[in-house]
């Protein structure tokens, strides 16, 4: 049964994610592990796309893609500013919000 | 079919273990590339191809080539202070292992559909929904792209741009 | 005039609608673009007053014939119809609107010539047109959770504006301070709307007489009083009055706008409208608050020296008087006199507003013979003045006699306490004209010869409020067959004018401006000599307005900021201090594991050590600022929810 054991692997992939996200400290590493959780859902999506029919779901993943784009430019785009002003890639220098 | 499936899903997974834990950078982003082919192989195992095309050549095409460009340019700042060490790896993942249990348990507890239970979706059907149902949604995504490509350069631009004046 | 027997209709007019969203319209305007209409801003304001006073004035003959307008939309579909916007029109809230409208109108005009200059000028009439908006809402709303939402605004509103100049630390000071005693009041307003609905299961206004008869008196008293205390905060009853006389720092036409038409008038509103409600217990709660606020405020009146503050401690004085109409039961006289006030102490405020713009001087003892250069100002203050000490027959003079006489139908001993009030009115406010416009001028303080008339933008709107303070009276005058409580459903008036009442109004009147000419502008003793220290006493007691502000800074607010200041104290001490250490154990449990460690064990049991420090660095996640920690908390709380709510 592809269905449950695809499932065991997009969460594996989402849960990868999360843990990356908690634990590097390089901005740069930050995204990557965001677009390893995008792509767990976008797998999810293609999975159940096959597996009931759906063409929407399709669409969907598509709109994940294109959103996954925008997000990458956009957090590169921050991190090399970040680089120029404070100097640093690093998340946890950035907290100019610490209390 | 199943060994192939396998194959994808090994390479998927070894890939994204390196992403999140491989000290290097520069490797971490050449794994990323790995998982996202292998799920693109994935995407064409599950009939949708045109999917896997465009993942292939947005994310490993566009976006894994700038991630490389990104990391190229800051070089130079993380290279002084050597390979930082990982931050909370054992409470991260015990949070990242209890998800995933939950997110089993949860989805195993469900009944599935034998697979493949449904006809594979076409991509003339693809197309159609996009223009007739999801319209508005393709609009306002393609919208939200150019917003995006206009603030990355307003805030990546040196010098910094000023606001205009009132 | 068989009118008022007519059956009640309720007809549906859509347009009513436009009556607060005209306004509103007026403030998002100028939010929007107010910079680049720059001088032209204030019309835009006027405009939209003047379009829902023409509204209003459209709907005055369906209302005079007795019948209600009303229109609703559907807000939430849930179980109830309760959940509708909806406005509804009658006697009562007609001649609300009339009076927030015309009068609104009239100060944004004066507000032209006033605020002329100010660079703020568009933000100024924005939050004006908000204000009106917002109280316009909050009159014609047909059920307590609408009236509550504009009630809010009008609190946000009277802030916004009563900081304007918010450069003057004063002035920011008495925004604050109305905005924080209102809420007071607001709360319990809001326990008593949410304990009406869980009781009675209602909010409509027109439903109120049903809800009288299914609850307990025990029950309607609890309610009633906490609508009372909203109705205080707003209306500054005692011992919410602190905020008002302080309002005084805000621009002039907002105190005019504030103490006479709208924001202080919204509490004596509620009263009447929610009057069903109140059991006999509670009507003697109102009563003995509005008499105490009346007397309270007239003695303080008496005493003070700057003309804004008299005018403050008067409006106080008068809102008493309302509420102790309120009190014994007389609704349609309290809005009467509600009415007619909202006439002369406009008048009167615009007056004072108008002496400030030309003599940059507010205290009494810097005044004098203004007559004589502003004689427009002084003849509109006069008959303002004049109508406020209720002299036959001007505006004053019937609504004051009205609830003298209710007074005396129903306490004969409330009679002469209100007539002493009346002669204290007299007395403070003719001393204020006396010393401001008549006399000398007082040329070594160099400010009053450089007085000049305000422009004719300022004159004008004062000369039709003065109409106003001569002849709005008469709409509830037995000359014309008390159209007003007709309008107000009031049924048993009194037929023709009572000679004694007037007589004995005369006399007081007559009284207190022979007090104001021989003690506030001759400077004469009255008092023997042996009572003299008493007198003396007495007099320090109300010019520092009975040491209330002093009392609230020594038991409410200095051992409120003491506790806060305890517990800022004890959160950084011990808690701060106990989270540090249990931090730094760890860092140094870490640090001497680790080290242990690599000398002992080396690289075996490296992965203990990192825990360790995991755990010091978990401990210490709270001071880190670093967002990765933040979000393990996340994950791990949705983890551990996800779990215990798996079925």
């Known amino acids: 049964m592809p269905v449950q054991s695809l499932l065991l692997l997009s969460h594996a992939l989402f849960c990868l994610g999360i843990y990356g996200i908690l634990t590097r400290r390089h901005a740069i590493g930050l995204l990557l592990s965001i677009e390893l959780i995008l792509n767990a859902a976008a797998l999810n999506f293609v999975l159940f796309s096959r597996a009931f029919g759906h063409v929407q779901a399709q669409a969907f993943a598509l709109f994940i893609i294109a959103l996954a784009a925008c997000e990458a430019v956009v957090g590169l785009a921050i991190i090399i500013r970040l680089s120029r002003t404070a100097k640093t890639v690093f998340a946890d220098h950035v907290d100019l919000l610490k209390g | 079919m199943s060994i192939a499936y396998g194959l994808l899903a090994v390479l998927t997974l070894l890939g994204a273990v390196w992403v999140v834990t491989l000290r290097n950078l520069f490797r971490a982003a050449l794994s990323l590339g790995l998982v996202l082919l292998g799920v693109a192989g994935l995407f064409i195992l599950l009939e949708a191809e045109f999917l896997a095309f465009v993942q292939i050549l947005v994310y490993v095409g566009a976006i894994l080539t700038l991630v490389v460009f990104a990391i190229m340019l800051t070089a130079k700042l993380h290279a002084s202070s050597a390979s930082p060490a990982s931050r909370q790896t054992v409470p991260a993942a015990a949070a990242a292992l209890g998800l995933f249990l939950v997110l089993v348990s949860t989805t195993n507890a469900l009944t599935w559909p034998d697979y493949p239970a449904a006809e594979a979706v076409s991509l003339a059907a693809l197309g159609q929904e996009l223009v007739k149902t999801l319209v508005l949604p393709f609009e306002v995504i393609s919208l939200v792209f150019v917003a995006a490509m206009v603030g990355a350069i307003a805030i990546a631009a040196n010098p910094p741009m000023k606001p205009p004046p009132s | ?647």
């Open chain 3, 1 to 647: 005039m068989d009118h008022a027997a007519a059956p009640a209709v309720t007809l549906t007019l859509p347009q009513l609608g436009w009556i607060p969203a005209l306004p509103l319209l007026a403030f998002t305007l100028l939010l929007f673009f107010g910079r680049r209409l720059g001088r032209f801003s204030p019309w835009v304001a006027v405009a939209a007053l003047a379009g829902a006073l023409g509204i209003t004035l459209s709907l005055a003959g369906t209302v005079f014939h007795g019948h209600r307008v009303a229109v609703s939309w559907a807000w939430l579909s849930a179980d109830a119809p309760v959940w509708s916007i909806g406005l509804s029109v009658d006697g009562l809230s007609w001649l609300m609107l009339f009076v927030v409208t015309s009068i609104g109108t009239m100060i944004a005009l004066y507000s032209m010539g006033y605020m002329h200059g100010d660079p703020r000028l568009s933000r100024f009439f924005a939050y004006l047109s908000l204000f009106c908006a917002s109280m316009l809402l909050l009159v014609l709303a047909d059920h307590f959770l609408l009236l509550y939402v504009g009630w809010e605004l009008v609190g946000l509103c009277s802030y916004l504006l009563i900081s304007f100049w918010f450069e003057k630390p004063e002035a920011a000071a008495a925004g604050r301070k109305a905005f924080i005693t209102t809420r007071i009041g607001d709360t319990g307003l809001l326990l008593g709307i949410l304990l009406l609905f869980w009781t009675a299961h209602e909010l409509h206004f027109s439903q109120l007489d049903a809800v009288r008869a299914h609850l307990s008196p025990g029950l309607l008293t609890l309610i009633s009083v906490l609508i009372f205390l909203g109705a205080a905060g707003k209306s500054a009853q005692i011992p919410l009055h602190v905020w008002l006389p302080d309002a005084m720092e805000g621009p002039t036409p907002v105190s005019a706008l504030i103490h006479a038409a709208t924001m202080v008038a919204a509490g004596v509103y509620l009263v009447a409208r929610t009057l069903p409600l109140f059991t006999p217990e509670s009507l003697q709660i109102v009563l003995t608050i509005g008499l105490l606020t009346h007397l309270f405020a007239g003695t303080v009146a008496l005493t003070q020296t700057d003309i804004k503050r008299i005018l403050a401690y008067s409006t106080l004085s008068q809102l008493g008087l309302m509420m102790v109409a309120l009190g014994l039961g007389a609704a349609p006289l309290a809005m009467f006199h509600l009415g007619t006030h909202a006439f002369f102490k406009a008048l009167l405020f615009l007056g004072a507003g108008s002496v400030i713009h030309a003599a940059h001087a507010q205290e009494l003892g810097q005044l004098g013979g203004l007559r004589k250069t502003m004689p427009w100002t002084a003849a509109l203050f006069f008959i303002a003045a004049v109508s406020m000490s209720g002299l036959f027959p001007l505006s004053g003079f019937w609504s004051k006699d009205a609830i003298l006489l209710a007074a005396r139908h129903d306490h004969p001993w409330l009679l002469w306490v209100l007539l002493g009030g009346a002669a204290m009115t007299t007395a403070y406010i003719f001393r204020v004209y006396l010393r401001c416009f008549e006399g000398t001028a007082k040329d070594h303080h160099g400010a009053t010869p450089h007085a000049h008339e305000s422009p004719m933008i300022m004159v004008l709107p004062m000369a039709m409020l003065g109409l106003g303070a001569i002849g709005a009276g008469l709409a509830g005058s037995p000359w014309l067959h008390h159209p007003l409580f007709r309008l107000l459903g009031e049924t048993h008036v009194h037929e023709g004018v009572d000679v004694p009442i007037l007589a004995w109004s005369t006399v007081a009147a007559a009284l207190g401006l022979g007090l104001a000419w021989v003690v506030g502008v001759q400077q004469r003793y009255l008092l023997p000599p042996a009572l003299r220290p008493l007198g003396s006493q007495l007099y320090r007691l109300a010019a520092n307005k009975y040491y209330v502000d002093e009392l609230y800074d020594r038991f409410l607010i200095r051992p409120f900021l003491d506790l806060a200041r305890g517990l800022a104290g004890f959160d950084q001490r011990v808690i701060d201090g106990a989270v540090n250490g249990a931090g730094r154990v760890g860092w140094g449990l870490g640090e001497l594991k680790a080290w242990f460690d690599q000398a002992v064990v080396d690289q075996l049991v490296n992965g203990l050590a990192r825990t360790v420090r995991g755990a010091g660095a978990t401990l210490r996640w709270i001071q880190t600022g670093i967002v990765q920690q933040y979000l393990f908390v996340v994950v791990m709380a949705v983890v551990v929810l996800s779990a215990l709510l798996r079925r």
